[in-house]
Every structure is written in structure tokens, then in C-alpha cells.
């Protein structure tokens, strides 16, 4: 299992250190604000209150034995950034540093972060498509050559049940979840081979271009 | 194309706003500080300085009239709060809001947000669960508890076939396509049954995060 540093305990880097924690990694929680320590402490393998600038505090912890650090300061740049360029001289193979905006960003990856996160310009963008785009994903590209697709259900494939459509053995399509109105709600499942297709459910489905362009349109 | 307001200029609210643009969506972004309108007016439709927590400004700029309404203010949870009341008295159809912690969460849905975001935890979330397993190659939010990943095929799965691997009976997931290099090119397809996982293949499954937690790590 990884042994995972998390400098800066605000809340992604305690969201971090908890998830991380319950996913079985070795978490190494630091923060100079002592109630933050105290707070998480129960919740991960060490914490311990250190000022993540002073480079012996970081040596005494071993920080430089971890296999990931994750730099998660948020205000304060310069610390970030000074934090970042003392782990990667510790020789941490791997260093993911959170930035405040895409120019923090760049600064980082130039010191040699292995990885940047921005969790509220992700969110954004991952909010707005959905948001755009009312339905689930229109069509998306996955990977080279790999397309999800939201389809609503043609009319030859109602009242059918999934194994009776044999959509791998005929259309080479992998019917992933469907989404079917219930009353105001929506449901999205991932079905069993016995459903059966209602009128109005969306198929989102995954395969090559090819293959969902040969699916039934009506 | 929906119509969304966007209200809170900060990180979030701002890449919210131009990504929503660049989508096609129409975007109302409101906020107080004179600075941020000048800075987004020329990347959405209209910008507004106004103070959320008044409910005349809001309708004078038919903010009753947008499909989704997106509460981005990040530290003032009673405006934040405020804000959302007003806007589900107006009959705004969906209500997003930015909470700062689970509980803030919990007291936005009991007043009737639609949805609710966690930036800082759902990315701290997101990393963690790549980080506590280096073979995930990418993984891509669905929808509510429904998650597509990337998955270096463990060494467990080699040579066996899909039949065989029960992963639906087992682990409760769906593997949709595998990705298998052939020489220089790259092969996607969807696999039969009877198909033998191969070690370097990478093997793209949805299910639940519970469900792909379970999946074998090594
Ligand atoms: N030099 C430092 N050494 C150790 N910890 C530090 C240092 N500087 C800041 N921190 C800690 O980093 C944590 C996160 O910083 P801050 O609260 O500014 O970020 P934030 O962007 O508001 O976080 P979040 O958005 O994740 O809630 C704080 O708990 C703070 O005590
Ligand atoms: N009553 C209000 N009416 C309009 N805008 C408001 C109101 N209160 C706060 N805002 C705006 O909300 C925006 C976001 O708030 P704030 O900067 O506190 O959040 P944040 O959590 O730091 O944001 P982010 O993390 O997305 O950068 C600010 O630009 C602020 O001007």
C-alpha cells in the first residue's frame, strides 16, 4: 500500500487523508494548526503539527520515505511552493500539488510536480457539462476510438429484455446504465441481463464509432 | 439550451460560468464585486453586479425565469443559504449549491436544493481513490454513485476469462470494453464472455465507488 504525505489539512486535504486512509493507504497527516491534528488523528496512521517550510521538521517525519506527497496549502503560495520544491529535492517519486488558478498551475509543474490539482476549477467544468448537456453525456469520447453514447431506447428495442437484444453479439455495443424517469425523479441503473427496455429510457452505451452508428435510429 | 445564472464569482463560479458558455448553455453570472463582472462579461451573456440577497435585483434580472440556478458563494453560508430560499420560492426548477462541509450540505437539501457540490471533498475524494490505486488509469463520474474507470489489469484476472471472473456476481461492476495493445496500435473492443484477459490489458469498468474499491489492487 502506498505511504501517502498530505501537507495542508483544509478540507480537500482532510477529505484526502480520510478517503485515503479508509482506501488503505499509509497516511501521514501534517498541518501546522494543532486542532486540525487533533481533529484527524484518530482518522489516520500519524499526524503530527509541523510547519511543512522547516525542512528538518520534514526530514524528522521521514517525508522524504513517502511514496506520494500531496501539497495541499491553499492560501498560502509561497509555502506551497517552497514545500514542493523541498519534496521533490528529497527525492518523493511522486509530488501532486494543489493549485489556487492555471498560472499557480504552471509555476508548479515548472518546479517539478508530478501532478497539479485544481478542485474548484475541476468542479466547475465537470459541473458545467453536465449541466450543459440535460442529459446524461450526449456523446463523449472515452479513449481513442471508444465513444459512451446516450441513446433513447429505439422503438424495436421496447418490451425487449436486455439478453433477448444481444446488443455484443449483434451491435458489438455494451449497454452500461439506463436512465428511466420515476414519477419527478430519475433513476440511472446499471441493468441485469432479465430488464426490459420501456419506452422513454435513455441507453448509455460504449463502443467504437462504427458500431453505435449501425445501432437502430427509430 | 438551458439558461443558467451562476451567482458567486470565486474559483468555482467563474470556471463554472465559462465552461457553461463554451458548451453552449446561456449564462446569467451575478455577483457583488463589481471587479469579477468586468473580468467574465465578455465571456458569458450577461453580468450583473447585484447582491443575491436581494430579492427585487434578482427579479429585475428574470432570475425566475433561468432553468438551473447555481449557488457558487463560497464563504457566506447565510447569504448562500438566503440566496437558495429565494431562488425555490421563485420556482427556479433546479437548485445547485456549493456547500462547504457534509453538514452545510445536509441543511441546503433539507431547504430544497436539488443538488449540492463539495469541491474540495469530491476532489480530495477523487484523488485519493487514484492514489490508493496506482493501477487506475483514469476514472469519470457518471452520475450519482456511478463511476467509469480505467484499470490496469491485475495480476489475478491474467489468463482468466471474463465468464470465469464472475465480476458482476463478485464485485458487482460492469466491464465494458478492454483496452489491449496489438503492436503499435491499439485494439478497443467489447469482450464476449469467453474472452482471456491478458496481463497489460487495461480493462474499463462502471460501478458504484464501493464496488470498484473492491476491486483487486495488485
Ligand atoms: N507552512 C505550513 N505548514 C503546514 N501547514 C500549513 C502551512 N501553511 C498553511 N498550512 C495549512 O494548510 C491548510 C490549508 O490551507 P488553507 O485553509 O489556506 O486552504 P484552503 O484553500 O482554504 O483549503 P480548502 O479549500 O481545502 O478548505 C491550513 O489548515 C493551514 O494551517
Ligand atoms: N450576497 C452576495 N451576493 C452576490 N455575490 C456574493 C454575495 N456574497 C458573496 N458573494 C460572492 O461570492 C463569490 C465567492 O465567494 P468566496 O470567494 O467567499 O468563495 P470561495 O469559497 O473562496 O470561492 P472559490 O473557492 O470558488 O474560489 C465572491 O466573489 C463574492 O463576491
Known sequence: MPKVAVI??????TALSRRLSAAGAEVLAIDRDGRLIDEIKDDVDVAVRLDATDRQALLSQEVDKVDVAVVAIGENFEASLLTAVVLKQFGVPHVVCRAQTAIHAEIFRQIGADEVVQPEQET?????????NPRLVDAFR?????TLIEFSAPAEFHEKSIRHLELRAKYDVNLVVIRRRQGEAQRVFSPSPEEVIQPDDVLVMIGSDEALARLPKE
Open 142 to 146: 472515452l479513449a481513442d476510438g471508444l
Open 124 to 132: 466547475g467544468a465537470h459541473l458545467a457539462r453536465r449541466l450543459a
Open 8 to 13: 495542508g489539512l483544509g478540507r480537500f486535504g
